[in-house]
């Protein structure tokens, strides 16, 4: 690499997708350096779906213990300690910090714990003054909550704050439709909650296939949680007894003990120092970057959710590695592929998916075949639990392949990491049928469909 530079790569952001591209660098041999404000791994592992599956997990322990007298354990004096597995989450979040940045150091990545800004050509200044050369720049820090603009906005907390509250809310109010929304109303409401989401349209999980978020709505409703649809903020004023009174379009004014936002994400852009070299952004503030996530600025690349493409951690992951490879590997250069990306809501119970629902297949290919299996799984049998999962596969009429596989159900995210491989690889519902089951399972459904 070019020494005229004190780093042959310089990454600002040590996500998942920063700290896998930045590894990887240095693997192949460049001098890394990475930036971070905050802490060592990101969204995903400090304030996102690490920390938020510790607490599905424990939530889930609210109806295995009713159901665990269905199987014949007897259990007294059951109660639950929301500081307790708080703390404990928080805890791990530490280690698995610490061991983000023991990967990095393993890999001779300097890591400076502080702002970093692009002041010129091939140059960053860090917040101590520090300035700092590279040949190339990546920018990878992620987004963060939105939250919208109404009288008393400063009064809500987002899914940040929600790892770290006293107590558990008496009164909880979740605005938005979306699968954060939806992941903490399932969790807060299992830890005792009284909880209410709002949305501003009629519709939740937008971009799931209907019949799997209609089935969550039902299951939800009858778990307790309230929805108030075609709802948006007009105000919110904190009581003195430090209790919210709230009024939404359409609802009588009511109070909470918490009002949580979770309203989408917004890239982090600002204070970049991306107008000093001209880097492009889009409407949404998304950085503008091509199929190789380079952006306007040659020397300068960006991937994960600031890029506002696909915002999961894998998708980050995988972007930082084809970057990492194609501008330090001996390979050829490649990109991310981008369709057909699986994903999962974690609500109870979960939701996972890949593929085209059956309305986006309807309208892209005319003739599809649509198969469908509803069922009461065995465990909720045994428990007396009514719960119905159901399974949904979306084939093309005419070739016979698979295009969209949709499921909602205990493991079902589970189950879809190896469904996803054979949608990816365009197996045919044939395929599926010549497959065995394995006897009793619910996964057994996917090639059991008639």
């Keep these: 690499m070019a020494d005229q530079y004190d780093y042959d790569l310089f990454t600002i952001g040590a996500g998942s997708g920063g700290v896998r591209a930045s590894r990887v660098a240095a693997a192949h041999g460049a001098r890394v350096a990475v930036a971070e404000e905050y802490r060592v791994g990101g969204t995903c592992v400090i304030r996102g779906c690490v920390p938020k599956k510790m607490l599905v997990y424990g939530a889930h322990f609210a109806e295995d213990l009713v159901d665990a007298e269905h199987f014949g354990w007897k259990i007294e004096g059951k109660s639950f300690d929301w500081a307790r597995l708080r703390d404990h989450v928080q805890n791990d979040v530490t280690r698995l910090e610490g061991l983000y940045g023991q990967t990095l150091s393993n890999h001779d990545v300097t890591v400076f714990d502080e702002r970093a800004t692009i002041t010129g050509y091939h140059e960053v200044t860090l917040a101590s003054g520090k300035v700092v050369t590279a040949k190339y720049i990546l920018i990878a820090t992620g987004a963060r909550p939105h939250v919208p603009d109404f009288r008393g906005s400063e009064h ?19 605005v938005g439709g979306g699968y954060i929304a939806n992941e903490f109303a399932g969790i807060f409401n299992e830890f005792g909650s009284k909880v209410t989401i709002a949305n501003r349209s009629d519709t939740i999980l937008r971009g799931y296939d209907e019949s799997v978020r209609d089935r969550l709505l039902q299951i939800s409703l009858t778990k307790g949680i309230e929805f108030c649809f075609m709802a948006e903020f007009e105000y919110v004023e904190e009581q003195d007894d430090g209790t919210f009174r709230v009024k939404l379009t359409g609802q009588e004014e009511r109070e909470f003990d918490v009002v949580m936002v979770a309203t989408g994400r917004v890239p982090n852009i600002e204070g970049l120092g991306l107008e000093t070299v001209g880097v492009e952004c889009g409407k ?70 890949v593929g085209m629902t059956e309305g986006e297949a309807r309208n892209l290919l005319g003739s599809v075949r649509v198969y469908q299996a509803d069922f009461r799984p065995m465990k909720n049998v045994v428990a007396g639990r009514n719960e119905r999962s159901l399974y949904k596969m979306i084939v093309d009429a005419a070739n016979d392949r698979i295009v969209g596989i949709h499921m909602i159900g205990p493991e079902a995210p589970e189950i879809m990491q190896a469904a996803a491989v054979a949608v990816k690889a365009g197996l045919t519902k044939a395929d599926f049928d010549a497959t065995v089951a394995i006897h009793p399972t619910m996964a057994e459904e996917l090639v059991l469909f008639k």
């Design 156 to 174: 809500v907390i987002t899914s940040n704050e929600a790892f770290h509250l006293d107590t558990i809310p008496r009164r909880m109010l979740i």
């Design 284 to 353: 949404r503030g998304e950085i503008v970057v091509d199929t190789f996530s380079r952006t306007n600025v040659d020397y300068i690349y960006a991937v994960g959710d600031v890029t506002d493409r696909v915002q999961l951690t894998p998708v980050a992951i995988r972007e930082g590695q084809a970057f990492a490879d194609s501008v330090f590997g001996d390979v050829e250069p490649y990109a991310v592929d981008h369709s057909c990306v699986p994903s999962a809501v974690f609500s109870h119970p979960p939701i996972a998916a």
